[in-house]
């Protein structure tokens, strides 16, 4: 029989027996990829039924954005620092199972909505159920590798987000188009469906088919790994002091990624009927489109970025995570303001591809988290920047694009407009935050730093780049 190992991970050495297979670490990242891929179906499918939902219910875009970010985000954001909390103390694949079920019927019930204020009141649901599945994912990863995988191993999973949006688009234009040609259905007891409504319960079913693969994942993972010479019955790090200590770090690492996500939620909300309505682009084609650069630019910046980050980190680079992303906030302007600038819908999907690319860095974001955060506080951490990132990003993102739109520009038309002045304030101020936080990154991870390479390696930091 082979000894207990201590295996290093994160910002913390921990103590695991007996050791993993290695295959075991991936089949985590696998399920949770998978898991946020489905989460994704019914988020994504709202953008291509803007138009008939405000048809069918009368509602202005502000109101569309509404359902789109603010009240999925709302409770997303209201629940998250609780799911954070419970998967620090309780079993980690019973609550994401609860999670994902809970999202899944409530995206189902949404089809049944037949007023503004029922669907409102579904989307509050989905955003309470799918609260559970980052923090879960960030702490549950970070547990089974080490530093310097940890990036790759975040962006793969978050290409699950890539994925999921990508099969939103291309499954829900063609089944949205199908839908309508196929017309109102009635069900007895139930009433009659319009084709926006059946399209929620075709797309948001299907998750409680996925929810308990979790139990594929292993239980090891139910409890947070604990520090080298801490057993599990004794306190661990307590989360106020940790968050005196790091607000400096944190308040631009959550400011930094907030703004980018917010940009990524604008865009995702509002491109699709963007097309359609300067362009009068065909509704699949658009689907279609937007769905292949998304996914190629998607998993390209996932991928990129994690890999990138690993071999800065390995190299000593402790700011890493934000010297990149600083890179990828001017990038993901330039590509902005080229898309609504391009003359045509082809090019302006192709323009996008760039945005893709170097908005989709949520995976390096969490990685960098994880590596400053003592592993009995990932998940409430965890769950903390992913409030603060869905109150500017979710939450404000769809609903400042509409807000130029309605309110500053007043026409409808005007919606291209809006998405650039999105790109072109909020780009800049993200690549500002990372800049002043790459030496307040730097200081974090080196405090953290106790499974750094044994050889001597230069530490770089922001002031020496």
Not at 48 to 69: A, E, H, N, W, Y
Not at 125 to 138: F, I, K, N
Not at 176 to 190: E, F, H, M, S, Y
Request: proline share 6%; aromatic share 12%.
């Amino acid at each position: 029989m082979k000894p207990d190992v201590s295996v290093p991970t994160g910002a913390d050495s921990v103590v695991r027996a007996p050791a993993p297979s290695a295959s075991r670490p991936w089949t985590t990242v696998f399920v949770l990829q998978f898991l946020y891929m489905v989460s994704m179906l019914d988020r994504n499918l709202i953008a291509l039924l803007v138009q008939p939902m405000k048809r069918s219910l009368g509602i202005t875009d502000f109101q569309v954005s509404l359902l789109q970010g603010t009240a999925f985000g709302l409770f997303y954001v209201l629940c998250g620092f609780g799911a954070g909390w419970l998967l620090d103390l309780f079993p980690r694949r019973r609550i994401v199972f609860w999670g994902v079920t809970l999202w899944s019927l409530c995206a189902a019930g949404c089809g049944l909505a037949a007023t503004y204020w029922q669907l409102l009141l579904g989307r509050f649901g989905v955003g309470s159920g799918e609260a559970v599945l980052s923090p879960a994912s960030y702490a549950m990863i970070s547990d089974q590798f080490p530093r310097r995988r940890l990036g790759f191993a975040m962006g793969v999973w978050a290409t699950g987000s890539t994925f999921g949006g990508a099969l939103s688009l291309v499954l829900g234009g063609f089944v949205v188009t199908w839908l309508t040609a196929r017309g109102d259905v009635a069900v007895p007891l139930l009433g009659t469906f319009q084709p926006w409504q059946q399209a929620f319960l075709v797309f948001g079913l299907p998750g409680l088919l996925a929810a308990p693969l979790v139990y594929l994942i292993s239980p090891r993972v139910d409890r947070p790994a604990q520090p080298r010479g801490r057993s599990a019955g004794e306190d661990g790090p307590e989360l106020l002091p940790f968050i005196a200590g790091r607000r400096r770090y944190l308040f631009f690492h959550f400011t930094g990624y907030g703004l980018v996500t917010l940009v990524a939620y604008g865009q995702s909300a509002w491109l699709p009927t963007y097309l359609l309505r300067e362009f009068n682009a065909n509704l699949a084609a658009v689907g279609s489109g937007i769905a292949l650069a998304g996914a190629t630019g998607g998993v390209l910046g996932f991928l990129l970025s994690g890999r990138v980050t690993d071999r800065m980190m390995g190299r000593g680079r402790l700011d890493a995570h934000f010297h990149y992303s600083l890179y990828a906030a001017l990038g993901l302007t330039a590509s902005g303001v080229a898309a609504i600038f391009a003359p045509g819908p082809e090019l302006c999907i192709l323009a996008t591809l760039g945005a893709y690319v170097s908005m989709s860095i949520s995976g390096i974001a969490a990685a960098n988290l994880q590596l400053a955060t003592p592993a009995p506080l990932r998940a409430r951490v965890s769950s903390l920047y992913i409030i603060a990132v869905n109150v500017t990003g979710l939450c404000l993102g769809p609903s400042v694009v509409a807000g130029f739109t309605d309110f500053l520009f007043g026409d409808p038309a005007k919606v291209g407009w809006s998405i650039l002045l999105t790109y072109v304030i909020t780009g800049p101020l993200a690549a500002l935050a990372f800049h002043l936080g790459r030496p307040a990154c730097t200081e974090a991870l080196r405090d953290a730093a106790d499974d750094l390479p044994r050889r001597p390696t230069r530490i770089i930091s922001a002031e020496q780049s």
